[in-house]
């Protein structure tokens, strides 16, 4: 059984697959403070939870963007798990071209995401990652992965309006009874929810006059459901697309 790990700057997202089947996955909050020996018991005890082992695992692939934990989970994975991780970084075999300028500076993440979406949906794509930060990923139909566009996710612009005005709540992010607000909670919901699905039907349109009309638009990450509800330029909805890319990136590197 292969583990996956995508320690993000929110979320750490882990997977568990047979094969190139996912049985099991986990969404936890990542937690700066938090030691290996914190990170260890707590694989452990996931593990435990569904009758699993550490002898149970054949491997464990690691995409990170957050640099100082990325040593404390490798660590946790090495004394707890008793497995070295496959890291996602320079000189890892992932089948695709990198056209960036600094091919180093793409996050482990988007570099998964577009691993999987050429593997299982082909390209050109747009492949959208609805994170800590929206991320716009250009990926060509021969595998070339372009750059892309990035943006504050939609979570971050709500704490922005919440720490940053006097008046304003904290709002969840859901669909308001109508665009115009009647009042500030439904006129900070329409604003959020809606302002964001125009913004990423502006940018995918704009991404496909560079692609081609051929695109595909793949979205991921927490909130790719809510956002795909309001509109029907989204045509894949991946919510493990990431997972997915580091088990076919532990392959290639077998």
């Known amino acids: 059984m ?3 790990i995508d320690l993000g700057n929110t979320n750490l997202t882990i997977g568990l697959y047979e094969g190139e089947t996912l049985v099991h996955h986990w969404r936890l909050a990542t937690e700066d403070a938090r030691m290996p020996d914190e990170y260890g018991l707590q694989f452990l005890g996931l593990l435990t939870h569904i009758g699993k082992t550490p002898a149970d695992l054949t491997g464990i692939c690691l995409a990170s963007v957050v640099p100082p934990l990325t040593s404390r989970i490798v660590q946790a994975c090495n004394e707890y798990l008793k497995r070295e991780p496959l890291v996602v970084d ?3 075999k992932t089948g695709i071209k990198i056209r960036y300028e600094d091919p180093r500076a793409v996050g482990a993440d988007r570099v998964a995401d577009a691993v999987a979406a050429l593997t299982l949906y082909g390209g050109p794509a747009c492949i959208i990652d ?3 930060a929206t991320t716009f990923n250009a990926l060509t139909k021969d595998g070339q992965y372009l750059g892309g566009a990035i943006t504050a996710g939609i979570n971050l612009a709500a704490d922005a309006l919440f720490t940053h005005t006097a008046k304003l709540a904290r709002v969840d992010i859901q669909r308001p009874p109508s665009v115009i607000g009647r009042n500030t909670v439904h006129a900070m919901q329409s604003g959020l929810l809606f302002g964001y699905v125009s913004m990423v039907e502006g940018m995918v349109a704009r991404f496909r006059k560079e692609l081609g009309d051929d695109m595909k ?3 991921t990450g927490g909130l790719a459901e809510i956002i795909a509800k309001e509109t029907d330029i989204i045509q894949v909805i991946a919510p493990w697309l ?3 890319g580091l088990r076919i990136i532990w392959q290639l590197n077998q």
Do not use: H, P, S
């Open 217 to 219: 638009v793949i979205a």
């Open 130 to 132: 609805f994170g800590t």
């Open 242 to 244: 990431t997972l997915d």
């Open 90 to 92: 320079a000189g890892v």
């Open 2 to 4: 292969l583990l996956t």
